[in-house]
C-alpha cells in the first residue's frame, strides 16, 4: 500500500539516523556518490516524495520537503544535496512539463526508478546562474544544443538533467528555456569531478552537451519562459531545501559538539567536563540561539509560501542566507569546542564544519542574496 507523507516522513527519519549518519563519513572520505543511499529513499518512496498523487508520488508540498531534507542533512549532507536537486527537478518537471513527458518520467520517478538533477550554472555566468551563456539553436533538423554546465550535482548518475540555455534568438540575458535532457542524449559528457571541500559526495562536476539534439517536446513551459519558472518554482524548492539542508548540518553538528563537552573530563581538575566551563557555556548557547532563528525564520517562510503571501519573496531570498549564515557560525563554534579532536578528525565534526561552506557558496550566493534583498528592501529594480 501507498505511504503517506506522515509515513514517508516517519521512514525518512529511520532511514537518517541509521543508514544515512552511519554512511556520512566513509562517503566523504572516500568521495563516493551515495548509491546505496539513494537506491534505499527510492525503495522507500522517498524520491517520490514531491511527485503528485496522480503519477504515484506523495504529493507532498515544500514544508514536508523541508522537512525530510533536514533530517537527511543530519545524517548525511551528501545524500541530503542529492536529493535536494532532484527534488527541484522533479517539481519543475509536474509544473511544467508536458503531459507527454510527466507520463514518461514521473511514475519513475515515483518508483524510485529515476534521479533527477539541475545543471543552471555555466562557467561564462557563474553565480548569476539564471544568465546562462549558452544559447539552444533551431536548424532544419530541429533543436541543437551545445553547453559547458558546471558544478552539476550527481553529474552522470542522474538520469535526467534539467538544463537551462538562452532561447534561440534570445532577445536578452534572461530570455531562456529549461529542458530535460536524459543522459543518454547523444553528446552528452560528464568531465573530471570537482574534489570540493564538503559534500564530497555529490559527483559534483562539469558536464557538456555537444551539438546535442533536443525537441519542443522536452522544453519546460512555453519557449522562453524559463526565467519565469526559476523564479516561481526552482528558488522556492531550492532555497528553503538549502536553508534545511543547513540547518541539518549545523543540528547535526551541534548536537556532536555537545556530546563532546560532556564527555570529555580533566582529570586534573578532578574529572570535571568541559560543559561546566562559562566559555563552552556561552559558545553553546550562541549555537543553540543561531539555529532557534534560522529554524523560526524557515518555518515561517515555509507558512508564507503555502498561504501565498505577497512578501513571500523576501524570505525566499532571505531564509537561504540567513541558515548558511547559521550554518557556518555553528560549525565553526562546534570546531572550537571540538579541540584537538575535532582538528584530529574524530567524531565528524570537521566533515560537518567542511560541508557546512557549501551553501554561501551555492549561487545565489550569500553577497548576492544580500544584494537582492537590500534592492527589494529599498525599492530598487533586482535586475
Ligand atoms: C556543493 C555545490 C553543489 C552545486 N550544485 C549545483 C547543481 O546541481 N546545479 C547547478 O547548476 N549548479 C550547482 N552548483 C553551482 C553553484 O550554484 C554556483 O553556480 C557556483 O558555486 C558559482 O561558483 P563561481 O565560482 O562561478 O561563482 P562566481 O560567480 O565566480 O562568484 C564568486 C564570488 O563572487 C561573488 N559575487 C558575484 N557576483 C556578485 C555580486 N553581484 N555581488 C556580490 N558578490 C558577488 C559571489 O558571491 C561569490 O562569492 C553547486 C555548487 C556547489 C558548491
Redesign the pocket.
Known amino acids: 500500500m501507498k505511504k503517506s507523507v506522515q509515513d514517508l516522513l516517519v521512514v525518512n527519519d529511520k532511514l537518517a539516523k541509521e543508514l544515512l549518519a552511519g554512511s556520512a563519513d566513509e562517503v566523504d572520505r572516500a568521495r563516493r556518490f551515495p548509491r546505496q543511499n539513494i537506491q534505499e529513499l527510492g525503495r522507500s518512496g522517498l524520491l517520490g516524495l514531491m511527485v503528485p498523487l496522480e503519477y504515484g508520488g506523495a504529493g507532498a508540498g515544500i514544508a514536508e520537503m523541508a522537512q525530510a531534507l533536514e533530517r537527511m542533512a543530519q545524517g548525511c549532507p551528501s545524500t541530503a544535496?542529492v536529493t535536494l536537486?532532484h527534488y527541484c527537478g522533479t517539481a519543475v518537471i509536474a509544473v511544467k512539463g508536458s503531459v507527454m513527458l510527466k507520463d514518461s518520467v514521473l511514475p519513475a520517478v515515483a518508483h524510485g526508478e529515476h534521479l533527477t538533477?539541475?545543471?543552471?550554472?555555466e562557467?561564462g555566468?557563474?553565480?548569476?546562474?539564471y544568465m546562462p551563456v549558452s544559447e539552444v539553436r533551431r536548424n532544419g533538423h530541429g533543436l541543437r544544443l551545445t553547453a559547458r554546465?558546471?558544478?552539476?550535482?550527481?553529474a552522470g548518475e542522474a538520469d535526467s538533467y534539467v538544463v537551462s540555455t538562452r532561447r534561440a534568438g534570445a532577445s536578452g540575458p534572461t530570455d531562456l528555456d529549461l529542458y530535460l535532457v536524459p543522459k543518454a542524449t547523444k553528446g552528452f559528457e560528464v568531465e573530471k569531478p570537482f574534489e570540493?571541500l564538503?559534500?564530497a559526495g555529490?559527483a559534483?562536476a562539469p558536464m557538456k552537451l555537444e551539438n546535442a539534439g533536443l525537441e519542443d517536446g522536452q522544453r519546460l513551459g512555453s519557449e522562453g519562459s524559463g526565467f519565469q519558472t526559476m523564479m516561481e518554482v526552482v528558488l522556492p524548492h531550492f532555497q528553503v531545501g538549502v536553508a534545511a539542508v543547513s540547518l541539518g548540518i549545523a543540528t547535526a553538528a551541534f548536537q556532536a559538539a555537545s556530546e563532546h563537552v560532556k564527555a570529555r573530563k580533566y582529570e586534573h581538575a578532578g574529572g570535571a567536563a568541559l560543559a561546566a566551563i562559562p566559555r563552552v557555556q556561552f559558545l553553546a548557547a550562541e549555537m543553540a540561539l543561531e539555529l532557534r532563528s534560522a529554524r523560526a525564520y524557515l518555518n515561517e517562510t515555509v507558512r508564507r509560501i503555502a498561504a501565498g503571501d505577497p512578501e513571500t519573496m523576501l524570505d525566499v531570498l532571505g531564509v537561504k542566507a540567513r541558515a548558511a549564515e547559521a550554518a557556518l557560525a555553528v560549525a565553526s563554534r562546534a570546531m572550537t569546542l571540538g579541540g584537538g579532536a575535532a582538528f584530529g578528525r574524530r567524531g565528524g565534526l570537521e566533515r560537518m564544519f567542511r560541508d557546512a561552506q557549501?551553501a554561501s557558496?551555492?549561487?545565489p550566493?550569500?553577497?548576492?542574496l544580500k544584494?537582492f534583498l537590500g534592492k527589494a528592501c529599498l525599492g530598487v529594480p533586482l535586475f
Open positions: 544535496m536537486m538533477t539541475l545543471a543552471f550554472s562557467a555566468s557563474g553565480g548569476h546562474f554546465k558546471t558544478f552539476v550535482t550527481s570540493g564538503g559534500l555529490n559534483s557549501a557558496v551555492m549561487a550566493t550569500t553577497d548576492v544584494e
